[in-house]
């Protein structure tokens, strides 16, 4: 199978997550998809994609035996088939899951986050199904190196290919933050930095009226 670009592994993701989560609302709509992807919670990244970028991400999965549309409404509905298109327990389906919406995790986060799509017992059951994920042809998860200042280890799934490295990771994980935001912030900064600078001036011709050193 070939590697899933980030938008169809989002897809994937939320389809498999609904199903635990909203079965009142499964197989899903083109419109709930687009918004359970660009969900603000439980997302990393938080992104906004367009109806069109969804519906092309759902034909890509489509081709893949990845997903299908539901049968018996009106409105042309969703419904994932990860499970038998790659051959995986729904214990595993839901670990990947979690990592294709919230990005890498530790076995701890892992298990706290992937509740409500299934139960683990405890985080040495998360890891054993993490290590078959891993030990697969080609592999779907990889264990990443432990950052500095981490207790932990991270996992990554590999459905979108290798994970970045550390730093671009960090850019590319860090929520809710535009351009437009990231430009405004740099702007507001100078402007901080200007008025201190005309503080400073300010105090040391005070100091200097007054003989103060």
Aim: aromatic share 4%; net charge neutral; hydrophobic share 45%.
């Amino acid at each position: 199978m070939r590697l899933l670009s980030p938008l169809e592994a989002r897809v994937l993701g939320v389809l498999i997550e609904k199903q635990s989560t909203g079965p009142d609302t499964y197989p899903m709509s083109l419109n709930a998809l687009v918004g359970g992807c660009n969900q603000k919670t439980a997302r990393s990244p938080v992104i906004e994609a367009s109806e069109a970028d969804v519906l092309g991400a759902i034909d890509g999965l489509k081709a893949l035996s990845l997903v299908f549309e539901g049968s018996g409404s009106r409105v042309v509905k969703f419904e994932h088939n990860a499970g038998r298109a790659l051959k995986l327990p729904s214990q595993a389906v839901a670990l990947l899951a979690v990592l294709m919406l919230r990005g890498a995790q530790t076995s701890a986060e892992l298990r706290l986050n992937s509740e409500r799509l299934h139960r683990f017992a405890d985080i040495s059951s998360v890891e054993g199904f993490l290590d078959e994920l891993a030990a697969r042809e080609p592999p779907l998860v990889q264990k990443l190196a432990r950052a500095a200042g981490e207790r932990e280890a991270r996992w990554a799934q590999l459905l979108c290919g290798p994970p970045a490295p550390a730093a671009a990771r960090a850019a590319f994980d860090e929520p809710g933050v535009s351009s437009g935001e990231l430009s405004a912030l740099r702007a507001e900064q100078t402007r901080l930095a200007a008025e201190l600078a005309e503080l400073k001036a300010l105090v040391q011709r005070l100091a200097r009226e007054l003989g103060v050193d």
